[in-house]
């Protein structure tokens, strides 16, 4: 197994285009407990731990603030920029694992390897994020929705990395809730839902739901969210939203639950998130 | 043979030089190598924080660590706690509310619960559990365990 180092990111894309073989290190948090179990036994290695800029959270064109690939759920967690709607990913982000490994853990890597039972898939999605996506020629911005493609797949091509991950404004006054259900704290979600909310006058003027873990990729339907806005906050059908997102739903049987009990639980995580939502938009006004 | 990588790092304050292969963890080389026994090997998955160990500052898996990638890397394990023959405050505190069963988790909550309150000097329970929910104790003795970091918070004078 080789091991390289580079300083900058054209050298880690060229040494990535060499060997079909070869895998990114990031944080390391599932590359190397996969590499222990055997799961991938990559015949080059690339650290991205050497290329300067590549962690860090910074606000570009128009408040969109782009966070690296590079960059720990520990500082994710904890950069109140990511407020009102955008405190979801903030959110999302402090609900992975436990301290020590945000502190590994990184934005890029986690969405690379999209499992989608992990926590920024539904966040990202909810949010409208764009994915940064750099290849040996050009970069390119791919919306999360089109990113998360399947089971542990994505749009990236071969020869194609994470740079960066791009999170656009929310309405002011917006606010975000992510709920996860899992067996225990710091496990990966039974179910996630990442919402964000805005309103005037007591009504809805905006809503966004993704659901995470129930499926290959993050469930969300923009048209449904569309017919709810406008209706007043005490009386939105938030579970009816709930029910058609669980009926869009593939989840999985597995040793956190059954797919049976997925599907059932959702309209409650969304129904529980919307009230949280709307709690948190009456603690602000 | 493969070649290995050579790796200048510092580890419990001494400079150390390994070579390693690129896929060897650092939990390996501090065991096998650097006969550092300390950090354990429970799952070499991330999972049960037993190998966690301090890299420039903040508690990180061993297990989950390349050695090649840490190259110039501050390492400090359960045997650089101590200064002096002087235990750490967590040490102390855990003896005294007789926190240490098998003692299998022990070093790695050392290290998770000095980093802890390092970053909140006072924690409350919550934050507690919450500070060293990624160590699992198989002989489910949290509660002395979270006694003993309260205490050590207080001075030792809980």
Redesign the interface.
Known sequence: MEFHRPTDMSEALRLLASDPEARLLAGGASLVAMMNARLVEPTTLISLAGIENLAGITEIDGGVLRIGAMTRHRETASDMRLSGGRSVLRRAAGRIANPVVRNMGTIGGSIALADPAADYPAALVCLDAEIVAAGPISERRIPAREFFTGWYETALEPGEMVAAVLIPKTTAGSVGVYRKLARVAGDFAIVSVALRLAAQNGHCTELQIAVGGSGPAPLRLPQFEEKLVGRPLDDLDAAALGRALAWISDPVDDVRASADYRRRVIPRMVEDAYRRAVARLGAKA | M?EG?EIALRVNNAGRSVTV???E?LLETLRERLALTGAKRGC???VC?AC?VSVDG????A????T??C?GAEIVTIEGVARDGMLGRIQMALEQTGAVQCGFCTSGMVI?AE??LRANPQPSAAEVQ??I???LCRCSGYRTIVDAVLLAAAGGRG
């Open positions: 493969r990588i292969p690129a896929d963890t070499n998955q991330g924080g966690t903040r508690p990180m898996r297990c989950l660590s390349l090649a990638n190259a998770a980093a802890l919450a500070g929910s990624g160590n």
